[in-house]
Structure formats: structure tokens, C-alpha cells
């Protein structure tokens, strides 16, 4: 099976910045993946990486190291809008998603 | 716009019935579509892989013959929840990717949120 670890919560201010890790182990690797998904809606795609560096996207970016099996979601100038559940997902040598449980954000005026 | 549509959104019903749930991919051939299943305050959990035209792949411990999935057309699968029970109650939750490798990400349909009474 998969495991993949992320921080359970994080709480910021309104206009911060803040940086989500995540660290995972995985029988093949096609790709890292972060969604946002709001209380009760289903999630939405945010940023993909498969090579090792930084994809920036806006306000939010994704880093990706695959030797130490680690990424982070990067989100600068944070919105109240912002608050929700992000979502690291990796996808294995099969292309199936597997998820970790999710890192709730609170942001705070 | 929504690439993957998801019906019904929500369905409350009694105990013992048959819940059947629709994923449609809206402007490509999906040969591929995966059901997921989330627990309140929990992440997502892959039940079953829908493949056209064959049988699908389930998950360790999701029992096939209670969640039958038939991926009929390139654009459509659907997931029949049999004999619904209380602790059936969840939010299931389909996903369809353009391609199966690439950098194409899954997109998920919006959800369905099965009470069973």
C-alpha cells in the first residue's frame, strides 16, 4: 500500500503565507497531485508535479523533491476563501491516486 | 466548466434499498473512471477502478457483489450500492482522468451523499 503523511490542521492570517508538506512511500511513482476540497464538495485540482522542482501556478505553488519523497503546497497572500481541506495524492506505478488524509487550513482575518 | 458530472447529489433512503449512482465524463472518452468513498473528517478511499468494457478492479476489503460498477459506454459508469445499510452512509465520490498517464490530472464529479435511514 501507499503512505502518505501530511500535518492534520494549520491556521494563518489573512494575507500570510503558508506551506503545506507532505512526505510519501509508494511502489512507483507517476506524479504528485494537490486538490482543495471545500466542507462537503468534492475536490478540485490545484497543481500536478513529476519532476523534481517548483511548478508555479498564481497564488499557489508545488514543490517536489522525488529522492526524499517529500512535496509542499505553497499559498501566498491567503483569502478568507482559502480555508479548507488540501489534499496530497500521489499516483503509483498502476496510476491509481491514493490520498492522504488531508490538511485542514484555517484563515483567520 | 465541470468536466465529470455526478448524479444524483444526494439521496436519503431506507434501510435494504438499492442505491444507483451515475458518473458521466462530459467532453472526452473515458476508458478509465475510479470510485471513491469519504468518511466524515477522512480522506478519500479508492473502492474500485471502472474499466469499459470488462469487469471492474476492486480495492482490498470492498466487497463486489454489494457495489457493482458497470462502465457500459466511454462516457459513462455507474456504481448500484445493493441492499443499503446505515453504515453504508458516505460520500461517494467518481473521478475520470483525460488520459491515463501524462500530466492529466483526475477531475471528480461533484459527489454523492448517501443517507441510508
Known amino acids: 500500500g501507499q503512505n502518505i503523511d501530511q500535518p492534520t490542521e494549520m491556521t494563518a492570517t489573512e494575507g500570510a503565507i503558508v506551506q503545506i508538506n507532505c512526505t510519501y512511500q509508494?511502489?512507483?511513482?507517476?506524479?504528485l497531485f494537490w486538490y482543495q476540497q471545500h466542507a462537503g464538495e468534492a475536490p478540485t485540482f490545484l497543481s500536478y508535479?513529476?519532476?523534481?522542482g517548483l511548478e508555479e501556478k498564481g497564488r499557489f505553488s508545488s514543490f517536489l523533491s522525488r529522492s526524499k519523497g517529500y512535496s509542499y503546497l505553497l499559498l501566498k497572500e491567503l483569502q478568507m476563501k482559502d480555508s479548507a481541506s488540501y489534499l496530497c495524492a500521489v499516483r503509483d506505478g498502476d496510476y491509481k491516486l491514493s490520498f492522504g488524509a488531508g490538511t485542514t487550513v484555517t484563515v483567520r482575518a | 466548466g465541470a468536466v465529470v458530472s455526478q448524479h444524483p447529489s444526494r439521496v436519503i433512503c431506507k434501510s435494504g434499498t438499492s442505491v444507483k449512482i451515475e458518473c458521466r465524463s462530459l467532453?472526452?472518452?473515458?476508458?478509465?473512471m475510479f470510485w471513491y468513498r469519504q468518511f466524515p473528517k477522512q480522506s478519500l478511499m479508492l473502492m474500485a477502478t471502472s474499466n469499459e468494457g470488462s469487469k471492474a478492479t476492486y480495492e482490498q476489503g470492498v466487497e463486489k457483489d454489494k457495489f457493482l460498477i458497470n462502465h457500459a459506454s466511454l462516457t459513462l459508469s455507474t456504481l448500484t450500492v445493493t441492499s443499503a445499510h446505515p453504515e453504508d452512509s458516505s460520500f461517494y465520490i467518481c473521478?475520470?482522468?483525460?488520459?491515463?498517464?501524462?500530466?492529466?490530472?483526475?477531475?471528480f464529479g461533484d459527489g454523492t451523499r448517501l443517507s441510508i435511514l
Open positions: 473521478s475520470a482522468s483525460r488520459e491515463t498517464g501524462g500530466n492529466q490530472p483526475q477531475h
Open positions: 467532453d472526452f472518452q473515458a476508458t478509465t
Open positions: 509508494t511502489s512507483g511513482f507517476n506524479g
Open positions: 508535479n513529476v519532476l523534481d
